[in-house]
T-cell receptor, first 114, second 110 residues
Framework: KAGVTQTPRYLIKTRGQQVTLSCSPI?????VSWYQQTPGQGLQFLFE???????NKGNFPGRFSGRQFSNSRSEMNVSTLELGDSALYLC?????????????FGPGTRLTVL | EDQVTQSPEALRLQEGESSSLNCSYT??????LFWYRQDPGKGPEFLFT???AGEEKEKERLKATLTKKESFLHITAPKPEDSATYLC???????????FGKGTHLIIQP
């Protein structure tokens, strides 16, 4: 079974721009979660989508948004980029049907904001 | 608010020298405790899921155990390829996704 894929793998943007990241989950998985990883804060939860609906949300500003499509693929958007948004953005998928489902991570998108 | 604390932050071992990594947690309604390993520049790789106190799981040189307050990842006779950052995460009863610890950076010297 193919794993979680994320595109692009690397991005360089400047302050004030916006960016869209894409995630394709493992086949059959309906839940997609997004995380931000930085050296200072570690891995932090952004939001989770299940069956095209946002099910959970972390403590991030409204500049961070996402959506999920009918094929379970998900996109994450960050508007008005700030220097502090530079991070590794990770997507994880799980079946999503039961509490405590294991989440499987993709390779991440490295975003650099100049 | 769920919290996860991992110790030590970094650990350097000789090849074959067994040790344990600690993950202490506070969570309301544990739904699952997860161990991942992460290599530089890559996404976390799943290792184990534990659901209840007393549960143990093994895979090759790794063994994970769980109590009501902490989890241990035991590494027996490690090899250099076991070098990585090991992450512990919990899923609680709230709508917060996974809460991760800062990780233990493990180096195994030949």
């Amino acid at each position: 079974k193919a794993g979680v894929t994320q595109t692009p793998r690397y991005l360089i943007k400047t302050r004030g721009q916006q960016v869209t990241l894409s995630c394709s989950p493992i086949s059959g998985h309906r839940s997609v979660s997004w995380y931000q990883q930085t050296p200072g804060q570690g891995l932090q939860f952004l939001f989770e989508y299940f069956s095209e609906t946002q099910r959970n949300k972390g403590n991030f500003p409204g500049r961070f948004s996402g959506r999920q499509f009918s094929n379970s693929r998900s996109e994450m958007n960050v508007s008005t980029l700030e220097l502090g948004d530079s991070a590794l953005y990770l997507c994880a998928s799980s079946p999503g049907q039961a509490a405590g489902d294991t989440q499987y991570f993709g390779p991440g998108t490295r975003l650099t904001v100049l | 608010e769920d919290q996860v604390t991992q110790s030590p932050e970094a650990l350097r071992l000789q090849e074959g020298e067994s040790s344990s990594l600690n993950c202490s947690y506070t969570v309301s309604g544990l739904r699952g405790l997860f161990w991942y390993r992460q290599d530089p520049g890559k996404g976390p790789e799943f290792l184990f899921t534990l659901y209840s106190a007393g549960e143990e799981k093994e895979k090759e040189r790794l063994k994970a155990t769980l109590t009501k307050k902490e989890s241990f990842l035991h590494i027996t006779a490690p090899k250099p390829e076991d070098s990585a950052t090991y992450l512990c995460a919990v899923e609680g009863g709230g709508a917060d996704g996974l809460t991760f610890g800062k990780g233990t950076h493990l180096i195994i010297q030949p």
